[in-house]
């Protein structure tokens, strides 16, 4: 990881990110400039200014693939979207590949339910592979419990909810799974996040990105740390990459 000045990187990233032209960008956090989604417009406009320059951009979120999807239709970015923490892939209104089973997460709600206080779900929008639930218990007892009876089945934390999805399904799988589709290349892609639920899909791709105030944790998995944050990090992220011609 390098804690970077965008100012003063001309040359390390022309050097590393010179294949780029996808990206795939989390949303909450990110793009975002509070809690309850609002969009950071001046991020947004150089997304669409990178997808005229012939980037692709591919959101990949926490939340449903079809608030990604219409995320990407109304801001006028490329319409493909991950969603539900790499469960759901949509490429169009009604086309979504989903590689995880809901089924099997009502299960681990009815553990959870049996087991723990305080578990509800969240009202969201309908999901296809995951349940969401409420921040409301210990995301520790809980992971323990599927540990005991259900290790098919983890829950996440994406600070926006908690998230109960199958075990082996994280943005890195959904990511990968999206990149062998298209045939694009781990050095061909970046990745841009800042929390810990978006490591996994730093994992994919050689290069990633995200701001000085991620958790320790996401800087230590990232390959560039840039300043800024709630979409201000983003702006700085794609300054980089549009000023290097990357």
């Known amino acids: ?7 003063a990187t001309s040359v390390i ?69 991950i969603g539900e923490n790499g469960g759901v892939i949509s490429t169009s209104p009604i086309k979504h590949e989903i590689l995880a089973s809901r089924e099997k997460c009502k299960k681990g709600l009815q553990i959870l339910e049996n087991h723990l206080e305080n578990v509800s779900e969240k009202p969201v929008f309908p999901r296809m592979s995951e349940i969401v639930l409420e921040r409301s218990f210990d995301i520790k007892d809980a992971n323990q419990l599927f540990r005991e009876k259900a290790p098919e089945l983890t829950i996440v934390d994406s600070q926006y909810a908690f998230h109960i999805n199958e075990s082996n399904i994280n943005k890195g799988t959904g990511l990968e799974h999206l990149m062998k589709s298209f045939n694009i290349k781990s050095d061909g892609i970046v990745t841009i996040g800042d929390s810990i639920t978006d490591v996994p899909m730093f994992k994919k791709t050689e290069y990633s990105i995200t701001f000085e105030n991620s958790e320790s944790d996401v800087q230590n998995n990232a390959t560039f740390v840039v300043k800024g944050s709630n979409g201000e990090g983003l702006v700085n992220a794609i300054n980089l990459i549009v000023c290097n011609k990357v």
Not at 1 to 7: A, N, S, V
């Open 1 to 7: 990881m390098r804690y970077l000045d965008f100012y």
């Open 13 to 81: 990233i022309s050097v590393h990110l010179n294949k780029i032209r996808w990206l795939a960008i989390d949303i909450d956090g990110t793009i975002t400039v509070n809690g309850n989604g609002m969009v950071n417009l001046e991020a947004l406009s150089k997304l669409r200014f990178l997808v005229k320059l012939g980037y692709k951009v591919i959101y990949v979120t926490g939340r449903s693939s079809l608030e990604a999807f219409s995320l990407a239709v109304f801001g006028g970015t490329t319409q493909i979207a």
